[in-house]
């Protein structure tokens, strides 16, 4: 099957590259930009001699002419022009902004700050959480591919979400690497700036909070508002999401390391660690994996649930191609299968 990247000059646009180069299945016919029409290698070096293909403008019908499946990596804001042109045409879109994950157009434009796409297009975009709506995405045409934040969060919470085991009333605390904020060039992000540094940022006003709570109301009617916030690390890659949440039954955490072990049966990407012991970023990075590990705090009746996941593969780049792997009968496993880099 042929598939074409919009966006390809970004981090996740250059990390579908990466995946899709060595997929079985899915071959890369064109790469695009609204910058200059270049060699792929002229932007990023490291694919000199590994790939001649050229940079090209975007034009929907001539993409949908030519290939199967178009990835949108193009910032929000922007993704929501370009999904439009495409729908319709036949092919298969999956959209890596924000643009189509929120079902109210009112939401979207109040913690994005652009207009919403159509109703009509929000009404048809299926939300690409590979291990919980995979029924739908199978029957997809267009996929909001989920946030990274979001992926690490829901993740972790919804086994105990959707069985009623906590109180609605949760802490999310989280933390990236800085390629979660792109290649825009950025006072904050100078390596003088984050070197030995550690910062929250968008304090309680981060644009995945809304993208959380959907998906948690949908699991769990009880679940209105979410206490979340953000931090950047000072490493490139990888993201920890550590949620706090109070138990509404006496319940230890072997159990619940049975409950997610049973949950997660079937999904090849989620790693459940075993009592006392937790994930680490480093322990992901370069992989379409989840670890999550739990525990029980019975002086509070508190859980806490570690989630890591690398943000430009399970959070991004390889979540997508996950979800086109679900689309067209494969095994979502297909062209996945990296094992982490480490150390």
């Given at each position: 099957m042929k598939v074409s990247i919009i966006g390809t000059t970004g981090y996740g646009g250059g990390e579908l590259f990466r995946l899709l180069h060595h997929h079985p299945v899915f071959s890369i016919q064109s790469v695009h930009t609204t910058r200059d029409e270049i060699p792929l290698y002229e932007e990023f070096p490291h694919l000199n001699g590994i790939?001649?293909?050229?940079?090209?403008?975007?034009?929907?019908?001539?993409?949908?002419?030519?290939?199967?499946?178009v990835f949108i990596a193009a910032p929000s804001g922007v993704s929501s022009k370009l999904v439009p042109a495409f729908f319709g045409t036949g092919i298969q879109i999956i959209d890596l902004s924000g643009d189509l994950r929120l079902t109210d157009g009112e939401m979207y434009r109040k913690w994005y700050k652009h207009e919403p796409v159509e109703s009509s297009l929000l009404d048809k975009a299926v939300y690409?959480?590979?291990?919980?709506?995979?029924?739908?995405i199978?029957?997809?045409?267009?996929?909001?591919?989920?946030?990274?934040?979001?992926?690490?969060?829901?993740?972790?919470?919804a086994p105990v979400v959707k069985e009623g085991l906590i109180d609605p009333d949760m802490i999310i605390d989280?933390?990236?690497?800085?390629?979660?904020?792109?290649?825009?060039?950025?006072?904050?992000?100078?390596?003088?700036?984050?070197?030995?540094?550690?910062?929250?940022?968008?304090?309680?006003?981060?644009?995945?909070?809304?993208?959380?709570?959907?998906q948690l109301n949908l699991w769990n009617a009880g679940v209105s508002s979410i206490t979340f916030n953000t931090h950047l690390l000072p490493i490139t890659r990888g993201m920890m999401a550590t949620i706090?949440?109070?138990?509404?039954?006496?319940?230890?955490?072997?159990?619940?390391?049975?409950?997610?072990?049973?949950?997660?049966?079937?999904?090849?990407?989620?790693?459940?660690?075993?009592?006392?012991?937790?994930?680490?970023?480093?322990?992901?990075?370069?992989?379409?994996?989840?670890?999550?590990?739990?525990h029980v705090d019975e002086r509070t009746g508190r859980l806490?649930?570690?989630?890591?996941?690398?943000?430009?593969?399970?959070?991004?780049?390889?979540?997508?191609?996950?979800?086109?792997?679900?689309?067209?009968?494969?095994?979502?496993?297909?062209?996945?299968?990296f094992i982490p880099l480490y150390p």
């Open positions: 790939t001649s293909l050229k940079l090209e403008h975007i034009d929907a019908r001539e993409i949908a002419k030519h290939s199967d499946i690409g959480l590979s291990e919980w709506n995979k029924e739908k199978i029957d997809a045409k267009l996929i909001a591919n989920p946030g990274c934040y979001p992926t690490a969060t829901l993740l972790g919470l989280a933390k990236s690497g800085v390629s979660g904020a792109g290649r825009s060039v950025s006072k904050s992000l100078q390596f003088s700036e984050m070197n030995e540094n550690f910062r929250i940022y968008k304090v309680n006003e981060h644009q995945h909070i809304p993208e959380i709570e959907q706090y949440v109070k138990l509404t039954e006496n319940i230890n955490t072997d159990r619940l390391i049975e409950l997610y072990n049973e949950q997660y049966l079937r999904s090849p990407f989620v790693r459940i660690r075993k009592i006392g012991n937790f994930p680490s970023v480093k322990e992901v990075s370069g992989s379409n994996y989840c670890d999550i590990g739990l806490t649930i570690v989630s890591v996941i690398d943000n430009l593969m399970k959070g991004a780049a390889g979540q997508a191609v996950q979800n086109a792997n679900l689309m067209n009968g494969l095994d979502e496993k297909t062209g996945l299968e």
